[in-house]
């Protein structure tokens, strides 16, 4: 009779018992009838046990990249359309804090409207004509700087963000192309 009990139990719950963390990820587990989320007893790549009411949450740990597009005002009042790229990844061992704060849907909810906002700050500090040629890394830097610091409070590591494109209203762009060919033209004489 136990022996038909256990065998009747790993059949209905055999496959909520175990769990495998693959590469590139990291699990933390939500005990139901215990202390709650274990946020500070990480799981690593391999195979797990786990009892069958307990919830497990795997975490993809690699860096990622996204991409964001968006409109923003320029220091004198012109709006530019920028494509913005930027590498991510939840702290390894502070993925318990990340599920327990922020949730699975940290970047939708954490990460894009913060790259959103301090991008819209940023470049709100600089002319069309510094962002479309001479102060392009430097912008890239301090949204940067400003978001890795925002981001690793909430425990989130930016590793990159990349301005990929920066489209000028038409008759700005001509007019900026103007400029620099006459610039060229002058040198050229002198």
Not at 48 to 60: F, G, M, T, V
Not at 118 to 131: D, N, Q, S
Request: aromatic share 8%.
């Amino acid at each position: 009779l136990l022996g038909l009990s256990v065998a009747i139990f790993v059949l209905l719950f055999g496959t909520r018992m175990t769990y495998t963390v693959g590469p590139g990820q990291k699990a933390v587990v939500f005990h139901r009838f215990g202390k709650g989320l274990d946020k500070d007893n990480v799981k690593n790549q391999g195979f797990h046990l786990i009892a069958p009411w307990n919830e497990k949450y795997i975490y993809n740990v690699r860096i990622q990249e996204d991409l964001s597009l968006m409109e923003v005002l320029s220091k004198n009042g012109l709006t530019i359309k920028t494509e913005l790229s930027y590498r991510y990844k939840p702290v390894d061992n502070k993925v318990g804090y990340v599920h327990d704060e922020l949730g699975i849907g940290y970047h939708d909810n954490i990460i894009i409207p913060e790259i959103r906002s301090v991008t819209r700050e940023v470049i709100g500090e600089y002319l069309p004509e510094e962002l479309y040629s001479t102060k392009r890394e430097a912008i890239e830097d301090e949204i940067y700087a400003r978001t890795k610091e925002s981001l690793i409070k909430k425990n989130i590591l930016l590793d990159a963000v990349l301005i990929r494109d920066v489209t000028l209203p038409k008759t700005l762009q001509d007019a900026i192309e103007n400029k620099l060919k006459q610039e060229q033209m002058s040198l050229e004489y002198e």
